[in-house]
């Protein structure tokens, strides 16, 4: 039998080893975070991060994640306590749709996991594969660096500061 961390708790998997992580999260384990975009790994929608990379989780069978960890949005923090890269996307407002954010704040998670003094240049390399189609990429970049810099403990770009 698979087993899977997710967020920390351990998973025994009963679904069929082809089943899509994606489906697996959302359907048995009701972790509605990841969304279902293109189905072929194309779009980002369906980003977490296994074993500290960004995954499109519609192309990853759980079969292939035995003894794995993986980080959904929900292991970044809650409604009522989000974590910083949760936090930094609503002060930029950086949703609009917001369809792809889920995927985004988890690409740009693993990058900053990583790689915390990323350059603009290598967040917006990060997050290349992933889709947004309303038009709020600024957004999304500056949230991405408020998010940086809370990590690092330095203070948070204001809004329409120049990188």
């Not at 990853?60 to 292991?75: H, I, Q, S, Y």
């Not at 740009?108 to 709020?136: F, K, M, V, W, Y």
Request: overall charge positive; proline content about 6%; charged content about 20%.
């Amino acid at each position: 039998m698979t087993t899977i961390t997710v967020n920390g708790t351990p998973h025994a998997v009963a679904a069929d080893p082809a089943t899509p992580l994606l489906y697996w999260l959302r359907g048995d384990l009701a972790l509605d975070g990841a969304k279902y975009g293109c189905g072929l790994g194309q779009c980002g929608s369906c980003t977490v991060i296994v074993e500290g990379r960004a995954v499109m989780s519609c192309v990853v069978p759980v079969g292939a994640l035995d003894g794995k960890r993986v980080t959904t949005l929900e292991g970044l923090g809650t409604a009522a306590a989000p974590g910083p890269m949760q936090r930094a996307f609503i002060a930029e407002q950086a949703a609009q749709c917001g369809y792809c954010i889920p995927g985004m704040m988890m690409k740009a998670q693993a990058l900053l996991d990583r790689q915390p003094d990323a350059s603009d240049a290598e967040i917006r390399a990060a997050l290349q594969t992933n889709l947004c189609r309303c038009g709020t990429h600024m957004r999304i970049l500056r949230a991405v660096r408020r998010a940086a810099d809370e990590m690092r403990g330095a203070a948070p770009v204001r809004v329409g500061d120049a990188r």
